[in-house]
């Protein structure tokens, strides 16, 4: 088999992209990496457990997805990113769940506002996975059930998102400062005045995130992955999952997300 993309990811505030060729993986500094590559098929990357990639047993062919239905039921990850706080989706790790310290944001992309949560040690590069113009730590709080409770009633109470997707950041202009803390200390407002909400309220520490992107100065036009397409030229600038190309013929912009799960051939 090809090699393939298993994931885009950051590290030490700078992403990359993850590829498996046989059993090596090795990952790739996107920042300004000249890429020229046909996509292939897509398959599935298989699923997590105990923070360890475990391979598809079926290396199931995927289409509109990275991963099959039977990875999707196995993957640790998921059951953690689908809990609202109401019931453990991970019996094996809920007593790791209830020492560790999480964060609970306001996270701004251009003009929508969303909520999330963090484990505490990785908020910030969290925030920048997402690809956010700012943000504000407004709680920390022990047990990550307790966190995810207090999103949602967050989300709410605010009628905010907590889930926005890499097209819907694309159509969205960088947010303006003024405007974007403005919102955040509004919507604390709001907040302190609950008496569900308030006691876990601490002073907000904002976070400008936009220095990490290299964001081009002009919209560029969001393409479509998808099997067959050819993709040449040096990448400019990354946000969140969102990549910026640069060719020779024009400028485009992409969800890298999109790419995961695919195998590449080199461009004759």
């Known amino acids: 088999m090809s090699p393939r993309i298993i994931n885009l990811f950051w590290r030490d505030y700078e992403p990359y992209l993850m590829l498996v060729d046989g059993k090596r993986e090795f990952s790739l500094p996107l920042m300004n990496l000249d890429i020229s590559f046909r996509l292939g098929n897509r398959y599935c990357i298989g699923y997590f457990k105990d923070e360890t990639r475990v391979p598809c047993p079926s290396q199931a062919k995927v289409k509109e997805s990275y ?3 039977l990875c999707m039921s196995l993957d640790e990850h998921m059951k953690c990113a689908s809990c609202t706080g109401e019931k ?10 209830k020492r560790e310290e999480y964060s609970v944001y306001l996270a701004i992309f251009g003009d929508i506002l969303k909520v999330g949560i963090s484990r505490e040690p990785r908020l910030r590069l969290r925030l920048i996975e997402q ?15 307790m966190a995810r409770s207090l999103e949602q009633y967050i989300r709410e109470k605010l009628g905010i998102v907590d889930r926005v997707k890499t097209e819907e950041k694309a159509n969205q202009a960088v947010a303006n400062p003024q405007t974007a803390i403005g919102r955040i200390f509004d919507s604390l407002e709001i907040l302190r005045e609950d008496r569900r909400v308030s006691p876990y309220l601490t002073f907000p520490e904002i976070f400008d995130l936009r220095s990490f992107y290299n964001i ?13 397409m050819k993709l040449e030229g040096r990448v400019i600038g990354v946000k969140g999952s969102l990549i910026f190309i640069r060719n020779k013929s024009r400028d485009f912009s992409l969800n890298g997300k999109g790419l995961i799960g695919f195998e590449i051939f080199n461009v004759a």
């Open 67 to 69: 991963q099959c239905k």
């Open 88 to 97: 453990c989706l991970l019996k094996k790790r809920r007593e790791v769940c």
């Open 131 to 145: 690809g956010c113009d700012f943000a504000a730590r407004i709680v920390k709080v022990r047990d990550g059930k």
């Open 216 to 228: 081009p100065p002009q919209p560029m036009e969001l393409i479509r992955v998808r099997k067959g």
